[in-house]
């Protein structure tokens, strides 16, 4: 099994910036492909970011690819997103992903965080 839990969500004002982590734990030898995807309210789950472990491959939401940012630091079983110039649309709840497959829909993801997060006011 692999554990993810998320932190660094919280309420910002439009333009602001936050930085959210990923720390995986457990089996992580089994995963080589880490993602962020996020849920609004009344919306369905939509992906953000993917990146593997060796940052080789990214791969970004285009509405978010000039304003976000995903990291992973071997060393630490962490990965990272940062969000510079919120939007109000970025607000949801915000979920790590682990897999072992490069995709843009959630299925290939075998384990889940529990979510962080993320309200971006006007």
């Known amino acids: 099994q692999v554990q993810l839990v998320e932190s660094g969500g919280g309420l910002v004002q439009a333009g602001d910036s936050l930085r959210l982590s990923c720390a995986a734990s457990?089996?992580?030898?089994?995963?080589?492909?880490m993602a962020w995807f996020r849920q609004a309210p009344g919306k369905e789950r939509e992906f953000v970011a993917q990146?593997?472990?060796?940052?080789?491959?990214?791969n970004y939401l285009d509405s978010v690819k000039d304003r976000f940012t995903v990291s992973a630091v071997n060393a630490k079983n962490t990965i990272y997103l940062q969000m510079n110039n919120l939007k109000p649309e970025d607000t949801a709840v915000y979920y790590c992903?682990?897999?072992?497959?490069?995709?843009?829909?959630?299925?290939?993801?075998?384990?889940w965080g529990q979510g962080t997060q993320v309200t971006v006011s006007s």
């Open positions: 457990g089996r992580t030898w089994r995963t080589t492909v």
């Open positions: 990146t593997t472990w060796s940052g080789e491959h990214t």
């Open positions: 992903a682990a897999g072992s497959t490069l995709s843009v829909t959630g299925d290939p993801y075998s384990y």
